[in-house]
């Protein structure tokens, strides 16, 4: 459905460079506005997916939501530069955190909102990087605008149930986004 409304704007000449842009082509056309935050997601992951997939995991950095935890049973402990996973299984981060690390990722965090995630990057000692992703269509939006504005390839993966807490992401989408650009012994490591 995406790809239709994509193409259908692109053949239209709209400009698909902001969420403005996006909302505005989306009126002419006679589409439903509210897809504009999900096609800019969609746009700037296609835009910056080869800058993703020539860095090596180890120039990775990866942003996970603290609203994935279990509220219940979560025993991970906050720290400055976000929460730290106790693996314990209550959630999907342990699985995520586990693939990760074994792909070659050395830089995953697990952050309560976006300020961390600006704090943190200003700490990244990585000459040069990209980061991944996993939020709400909002907050994505959000840091999508400004890692764009900084010049910084990123990609984009939308929760499938929102809610700021005891939220849910696709684990096969999450995975497919860590091995973008990974050659299969990378992906198996």
């Known amino acids: 459905m995406l790809d239709r409304i994509i193409s259908k704007l692109i053949s239209a000449g709209a400009d698909l460079s902001s969420k403005n842009a996006i909302k505005g082509a989306l009126k002419v056309i006679g589409e439903d506005e509210g897809l504009a935050d999900l096609i800019y997601i969609f746009v700037k992951n296609r835009a910056y997916k080869k800058d993703w997939e020539r860095l090596p995991p180890s120039k990775r950095v990866v942003f996970l939501p603290q609203c994935l935890r279990n509220s219940k049973e979560c025993r991970a402990e906050l720290t400055e530069k976000g929460y730290i996973c106790q693996r314990c299984g209550a959630c999907s981060i342990a699985e995520i955190v586990e693939t990760a690390e074994k792909m070659g990722y050395k830089h995953i965090y697990i952050v309560p909102g976006g ?15 990209s980061c991944l992703g996993v939020a709400c269509i909002p907050e ?7 890692l764009s504005m900084k010049g910084i390839a990123h990609q984009c993966v939308p929760l499938k149930k929102t809610g700021c807490v005891d939220t849910e992401v696709d684990l096969t989408e999450v ?7 990974l050659t299969d012994e990378e992906k198996r490591a």
């Open 140 to 146: 994505l939006c959000e840091a999508s605008e400004r």
């Open 175 to 181: 995975k497919k986004f860590l091995s973008m650009g």
């Open 115 to 129: 300020s961390m995630i600006y704090r943190i990057l200003k700490d990244i000692s990585l000459e040069c990087f």
